[in-house]
């Protein structure tokens, strides 16, 4: 009888912990705090959601969480990664939209899931059908201890690698955005064409280029488009310059540097110190560009 009792106490108890534990007045902090990420990566936007356990001196994989058992890789309800457009997510084509992220770990090679329910609670009730991606990351050792579950996002150009850490473990995979195809399609559309009349949209597609380090003859006739449409535009000048000693162009450097100076020369600026600024910097680039000719 009295182990009946001590039971019935226990139930009654978690039950009332139940209650405060969802209520503001319950005066305790998570054991495993709600965690968000929100990252702008290129033209896409990649949220997560997790709950972050902690390691508290115990063993964490293998013990802790089971090798080779569907893990909501986190704690309390399942783990959600959204992308506002479409993406490749470890070499799989996965539409905009919010998942449920899971994994399997396993000492050699962790299975990472992105499935269509992100309602769950834990894996219970986790349906593989309902998966649309699963693939494979191998796990690393990490010099670093991480004592509570960790996501993190790495901006790779225009693309992303996600890390998932936790004790001495690591993992991680690719997102790939629709970036640089949607850029590389308005530039071939509007830009080559000439149909987009606004002088800093091709200065910024000649940015992009010059940044990615792709096709940077293409850059040059983006900002040679630009200064066209608008010929005190420094920006798409100073981008000419850059690229040319890149190139290792320094004398056609020089010329577009003289080219710049004339320009600034030959405006009217009601902010004298704006006008100064402007030829100080064209006048320093001058200076280095000559120097790296000499060499």
């Known amino acids: 009888m009295k182990i009946i009792k001590s039971i019935l106490t226990l139930i009654l108890a978690l039950k009332t912990l139940g209650v405060y534990s969802q209520s503001d007045e319950y005066p305790y902090p998570s054991l495993s705090p709600k965690g968000i990420i929100n990252q702008t990566v290129g033209n896409t936007i990649i949220t997560i959601e997790y709950e972050r356990p902690s390691a508290r001196k115990r063993e964490v994989f293998g013990n802790l969480v089971p090798w080779n058992k569907v893990w909501r890789t986190g704690a309390g309800h399942c783990t959600k990664i959204s992308f506002d457009k479409n993406v490749i997510v470890g070499g799989q084509s996965i539409n905009a939209g919010k998942y449920s992220l899971f994994t399997i770990p396993n000492e050699k090679e962790w299975i990472v899931i992105i499935n269509k329910d992100s309602t769950l609670y834990g894996s219970y009730n986790y349906d593989l059908n309902k998966d649309v991606a699963r693939f494979i990351s191998i796990p690393e050792k990490t010099n670093r201890f991480y004592e509570t579950l960790n996501f993190d996002i ?33 530039i071939t559309k509007e830009l080559f064409t000439r149909k987009n009349k606004e002088s800093n949209i091709y200065a910024g597609a000649s940015e992009y280029l010059f940044y990615k380090g792709d096709n940077l003859t293409n850059a040059i006739k983006l900002a040679d488009i630009a200064i066209g449409l608008d010929a005190n535009n420094g920006w798409a000048r100073s981008l000419k310059v850059r690229i040319f000693e890149t190139l290792k162009l320094y004398d056609k450097a020089i010329n577009e540097i003289n080219l710049a100076i004339q320009n600034i020369n030959s405006r009217y600026y009601r902010d004298k110190t704006e006008k100064e600024n402007e030829l100080s910097q064209f006048k320093k680039d001058l200076d280095r560009i000559k120097k790296l000719k000499e060499k």
């Open 154 to 186: 790495e901006i790779i150009s225009n693309n992303a690698k996600i890390f998932i850490s936790w004790a001495h473990t690591q993992l991680s995979f690719d997102v790939e955005t629709t970036t640089d195809d949607n850029l590389n399609d308005f």
